[in-house]
């Protein structure tokens, strides 16, 4: 099982570094300062609005960014997660109560991706009042 993992994030783990940077360098966080960057990415997330009007406006465009690609991905994450959702409670009926377990990860993870496109949609909010 231990080596599974260690394969998954050793082929996966780059994968995302590199979307991060990405992402990192679209929202100009590669032209500010290093303590700008963490106000910016923090800010991002969660907490209060950067004072700094450069730190505030990368956020914006983080945020932005992260909703935008959460969008894209929406149809057909909802799609996969409703259809794993309902196989595994299909199969917890049919074979064992175990597929309860992935019934409630797979409900999981679809809540959580709704969860966060509102999030986002909310602190794009603040950040933009914040700006104005």
Same mark, same amino acid.
């Given at each position: 099982?231990?080596?599974?993992?260690?394969?998954?994030?050793?082929?996966?783990?780059?994968?995302?570094?590199?979307?991060?940077?990405?992402?990192?360098?679209?929202?100009? /966080?590669?032209?500010?300062?290093?303590?700008?960057?963490?106000?910016? /990415?923090?800010?991002?997330?969660?907490? =209060?609005? =950067? $004072?700094?009007?450069?730190?505030?406006?990368?956020?914006?465009?983080?945020? $932005?960014?992260?909703?935008?690609?959460?969008?894209?991905?929406?149809?057909?994450?909802?799609?996969?997660?409703?259809?794993?959702?309902?196989?595994?409670?299909?199969?917890?009926?049919?074979?064992?109560?175990?597929?309860? &377990?992935? $019934? &409630?990860?797979?409900?999981?993870?679809?809540?959580?991706?709704?969860?966060? $496109?509102?999030?986002?949609?909310?602190?794009?909010?603040?950040?933009?009042?914040?700006?104005?």
């Amino acid at each position: 099982m231990c080596s599974r993992l260690a394969l998954y994030g050793a082929v996966v783990g780059p994968g995302v570094a590199k979307k991060r940077r990405l992402a990192r360098t679209e929202a100009g /966080l590669d032209a500010l300062p290093v303590h700008q960057q963490r106000t910016a /990415l923090r800010a991002a997330r969660r907490g =209060p609005t =950067p $004072t700094d009007p450069a730190a505030r406006h990368a956020a914006l465009r983080l945020a $932005t960014h992260r909703r935008d690609r959460i969008r894209a991905q929406r149809v057909l994450a909802t799609t996969l997660l409703d259809a794993a959702t309902a196989a595994s409670a299909l199969a917890a009926l049919a074979s064992s109560p175990w597929w309860w &377990a992935y $019934t &409630a990860v797979f409900a999981g993870l679809l809540l959580t991706h709704h969860a966060e $496109t509102h999030r986002l949609h909310h602190r794009i909010i603040l950040l933009e009042a914040t700006s104005n």
